[in-house]
């Protein structure tokens, strides 16, 4: 499987920005998607997850209630928006998928990883 991440760039707080992640090289229909992201000096951590039959959802406090995880299926495709972006949301957004499984926030638990999309909040 191949993560193919866009949408990242530079946004003021409060702003928003929608991340997407296209899937190819296997059919990730039935695979839990994430996203993660990695602050400079920081490990990377968690932001929200989506189960492959889309009735589930998890998100990390920090982001609670200004992003949404979604998936479009036929489109292979899972997309984080971000809205009442903060400083603290700057980060490289990784999108994650397993083959399998709940939602987990630990790395460890993914199979595939996309490159990366760099967000930058400023003040």
């Known amino acids: 499987v191949q993560l193919q991440a866009s949408g990242g760039g530079l946004v003021q707080a409060g702003g928003s920005l929608t991340l997407s992640c296209a899937a190819s090289?296997?059919?990730?229909?039935?695979?839990?998607m994430s996203w993660f992201r990695q602050a400079p000096g920081k490990e990377r951590e968690f932001v929200a997850g989506?189960?492959?039959?889309?009735?589930?959802?998890s998100y990390s406090d920090s982001v609670k209630g200004r992003f949404t995880i979604s998936r479009d299926n036929a489109k292979n495709t899972v997309y984080l928006q971000m809205n009442s972006q903060e400083p603290e949301d700057t980060a490289v957004y990784y999108c994650?998928?397993?083959?399998?499984?709940?939602?987990?926030?630990?790395?460890?638990?993914?199979?595939?990883w996309g490159q990366g999309t760099q967000v930058t909040v400023s003040s």
């Open positions: 994650a998928a397993r083959a399998g499984g709940r939602v987990d926030a630990n790395t460890q638990a993914y199979d595939w």
């Open positions: 989506i189960s492959w039959t889309n009735d589930y959802t």
């Open positions: 090289g296997r059919t990730v229909t039935r695979n839990t």
